[in-house]
């Protein structure tokens, strides 16, 4: 079993910048990808970025360029650094780690409000 606490979340004018916070415990050796999707109301949880255990990161496109996403896999930490958020990002974010070691699973955080708003 894998846990995943997220922590970062919060309210930020139009322009501004968040970063969030994942750390996985338990059962933490075989994690492959780590991910940030998101949630917005009445609409389906979309991919935001991911970065697979040594590979390259992949964004979607309505972040390319404002979100970095990053992962350190001594401390099973994943992070997303948010730059010139918009409204459209207002969405609960939920952290995704895929472990291996034998049939793939994913696990999942509770998630963490991020609202952006004048």
């Known amino acids: 079993q894998v846990q995943l606490v997220e922590s970062g979340g919060g309210l930020v004018q139009p322009g501004g910048s968040l970063r969030l916070s994942c750390a996985a415990s338990?059962?933490?050796?075989?994690?492959?990808?780590m991910a940030w999707y998101r949630q917005a109301p009445g609409k389906q949880r979309e991919l935001v970025a991911s970065i697979p255990s040594g590979g390259d990161a992949n964004y979607a496109d309505s972040v390319k360029g404002r979100f970095t996403i990053s992962r350190d896999n001594a401390k099973n930490t994943v992070s997303l650094q948010m730059n010139s958020l918009k409204p459209e990002d207002t969405a609960r974010y939920y952290c995704?780690?895929?472990?291996?070691?034998?049939?793939?699973?994913?696990?999942w955080g509770q998630g963490t409000q991020v609202t952006v708003s004048s």
């Open positions: 995704q780690v895929v472990m291996g070691g034998g049939p793939l699973k994913a696990y």
């Open positions: 338990g059962s933490t050796v075989n994690i492959l990808s």
